[in-house]
């Protein structure tokens, strides 16, 4: 599940072993997860050694347009779903592990496990996914650090020098655009100023695995996210008052973007030219928590 464009592009040859960037994530130092009993006894529920259970969800992508496709061409994927759930460490930072199922090609189903390490105002700092390249049978899993500057990715793999790493310097506040990651789209609004007077100039980076010669390749793409102001949305069974965004980067579309008050993506969705057409985007489906949002 990946996907790329062009206006700045960095081709990565296998041979090269060069950068790419895959943010569904890198060198995830993904903390043990202990269920070991307390001087009093067992954990209590929703909790485990050194974190606790915050809440449990999930997104869809909502698609009526090229049969419920998204994703650039022949890495299209179908039926996307991401359940996940959040936990909270000592420290405060969170933690998500979850599930992405989709099919790719259309009636081929996956389903893998990924893992994001989070900072106190949920914004991306790693991301693991347990999947391989498709034209790198010896990789996975996948992961991405978020560094203030830049962007670390690994193909993982058992053989070390055949490892794909990408280093991509990042000057602006940046997400991922492909392959899709809810967190990140939300984590990205919580870089920018709320001001509805000014836009802020972002970065998002696609990754595409063109072929056996070039198995991946990353393209960033440059464009204003500017901040709308409140307004009120019915997802996940409840009304919120969320914070609204609309992002333009070359070649795709205008979306529009809502978040919880506390960062948490709510819903991305296609803005279209008129009032009628079909809802397309992805939105917060299903939410449990213990805590506000």
């Known amino acids: 599940m990946f996907t ?14 060069q950068p790419v960037i895959f943010c569904v994530c890198l060198f995830f130092c993904w903390p043990g997860i202990f269920s070991g009993r307390q001087a009093s006894g067992n954990p209590l529920p929703g909790q485990e050694a050194g974190r606790t259970k915050i809440a449990e969800g999930e997104y869809a992508i909502i698609e009526h347009e090229s049969n419920g496709a998204v994703g650039p061409f022949e890495e299209e994927v179908y039926n996307f779903r991401e359940s996940w759930t959040l936990w909270r460490g000592e420290k405060g930072q969170y933690e998500v592990e979850g599930i992405r199922s989709f099919e790719s090609p259309k009636d081929e189903p996956h389903s893998n496990r990924f893992l994001i390490e989070l900072t106190r105002d949920l914004t991306v700092i790693r991301m693991k996914e347990f999947a391989k390249l498709k ?10 650090e978020f560094l203030p500057t830049q962007m670390d990715f690994s193909s993982g793999g058992s ?59 990353v393209t960033i793409l440059e464009g204003p996210l500017q901040y709308l102001g409140e307004e009120t949305i019915e997802t996940a069974g409840r009304k919120w008052l969320a914070h609204k965004f609309s992002l333009k980067v070359p070649l795709q579309p205008q979306y529009l973007i809502w978040t919880s008050p506390k960062g ?23 939410l449990e928590s213990t805590t506000e949002f």
Request: glycine content about 6%.
């Open 4 to 17: 790329c464009y062009q206006p700045r592009s960095a081709p990565i040859s296998r041979g090269a072993l």
């Open 135 to 144: 034209w790198v049978a010896n990789s996975g899993p996948l992961s991405c």
């Open 159 to 217: 053989d070390p020098k055949r490892e794909i790493k990408l280093r991509t310097p990042l000057e602006k506040p940046y997400g991922l655009l492909w392959p899709i990651s809810p967190f990140s789209f939300g984590g990205i609004t919580r870089m920018v100023e709320r001001d509805p007077t000014r836009a802020t100039q972002v970065d998002f980076v696609r990754i595409e695995q063109p072929g056996m010669t070039e198995p991946v390749r």
């Open 264 to 286: 948490l993506l709510l819903a991305l969705a296609i803005e279209h030219e008129h009032k009628d057409w079909p809802e397309e985007g992805m939105r917060l489906t299903r």
